[in-house]
């Protein structure tokens, strides 16, 4: 576990907090004037490995020599130039800070961090984070990484949970929430819809799923994980055969086919890492999906559409009526899916080339 200290004066800035990865949905801007709940849980930290925030240079502006040293590898709107490796935690998570009220910037109903730290240390002042609550952006905090340390603390260090025990008993992410907005005129209000999380999820896999198709069309399970992938692969993907085939893969699935191309695989909690498989498949093209997601898509739990008897079983909906759910067609999260492809090293072949030109330059917009 570790504590961060301003770099300044050493005052500490937070609680002791343990590292994990940096949930994908992390730069995800959902909706217009939506209020998205916390990112981070509270005792924990992630690296952002990328610059967030201004100051921005223009596609046009940037060598394409420089974009490949930083990982991009074909058009993107934007690149900041901020420094990189922020420390990003739970808001409540903070300890001896102070707003700097100048440094609000040009957000909406909050603040969002895009002008530079809006945080100083309490005891000597210096500028050490971002606090990003503004509508449509995920709420967090961002530690400035050449303005604070991180120190090593003793306490109980945590313990890595096998993948047996994720599967058994991991937390679902559901795909439908109730998504709060702001401005209503009795404050906030509610509507049902897909999650913005699976989104976020989707637009990551898509990327990877668009690199592991080769070109050829992809055929997903049927269902939910079709609901999800299927339309968007048809409309990106050239029309032809053979068609590489998905399914999903993990601890506790049966073992796949020695003749399946693509595995859906859940990511690690802790490490991030790809679960992998064993035997036949293990040269298939490994897409990542976050646990939550990938516990949903392997075992789907609908909701009851009649009133249970005893007591109320923790996931039947507790409202009467029952709320109406999304009828609208899912879209993967486009901001995620652009990110995601243009930093994969396939995207420099000419087919996901055009795709990448062609979100830059804002098509495709009735898939995502």
């Not at 709107?77 to 440094?103: F, K, M, N, Q």
């Not at 069309?217 to 993907?237: K, S």
């Not at 999304?326 to 795709?355: C, E, K």
Request: charged share 15%; aromatic share 8%; proline share 11%.
């Amino acid at each position: 576990m570790f504590v961060f200290v301003c770099a300044g004066c050493g005052a500490e800035l937070t609680i002791p907090l343990s590292q994990v990865p940096l949930p994908i949905h992390a730069r995800q801007k959902y909706g217009n004037g939506i209020q998205l709940p916390v990112l981070m849980r509270s005792g924990t930290f992630a690296v952002d490995p990328e610059p967030w925030g201004g100051p921005w240079r223009m596609w046009d502006e940037i060598d394409p020599s420089e974009a490949e040293a930083r990982g991009i590898y074909a058009q993107v709107h934007a690149l900041s130039d901020a420094t990189p490796g922020a420390s990003v935690i739970a808001p409540g998570d903070i300890r001896g800070t102070r707003l700097i009220p100048e440094e609000r910037g040009s957000a909406c109903c909050g603040v969002d961090g895009a002008d530079g730290p809006n945080m100083a240390c309490d005891a000597c002042g210096l500028p050490v984070a971002s606090r990003v609550d503004d509508c449509s952006l995920w709420q967090q905090v961002r530690l400035s990484s050449n303005a604070v340390h991180r120190v090593p603390v003793d306490g109980a260090q945590a313990v890595l949970v096998p993948w047996a025990e994720l599967a058994e008993r991991g937390e679902k992410t559901p795909p439908f929430e109730p998504i709060a907005t702001w401005g209503g005129q009795l404050g906030s209000n509610h509507y049902w819809s897909w999650s913005p999380q699976w989104e976020a999820a989707a637009g990551q896999a898509l990327a990877h799923l668009l690199v592991a198709s080769q070109g050829q069309p992809v055929e997903v399970p049927d269902g939910l994980v079709a609901d999800v992938f299927q339309r968007a692969l048809d409309a990106l993907i050239p029309a032809g055969s053979p068609r590489r085939r998905a399914v999903l893969a993990g601890p506790g699935r049966p073992c796949p086919d020695a003749d399946v191309d693509i595995l859906l695989v859940p990511l690690h909690p802790q490490t991030g890492g790809p679960w992998t498989p064993a035997g036949p498949t293990t040269s298939a093209y490994l897409v990542p999906l976050p646990l939550g997601v990938w516990l949903w898509l392997v075992s789907p739990q609908p909701y009851l559409p009649v009133p249970a008897s005893g007591r109320m079983p923790k996931d039947v909906l507790r409202d009467d009526p029952l709320p109406q759910l999304s009828n609208a067609l899912f879209r993967a999260d486009r901001g995620t899916f652009q990110h995601i492809l243009a930093r994969l090293p396939a995207v420099r072949s000419p087919w996901l080339r055009t795709i990448a030109e062609n979100l830059a330059q804002g098509a495709l917009v009735e898939f995502l």
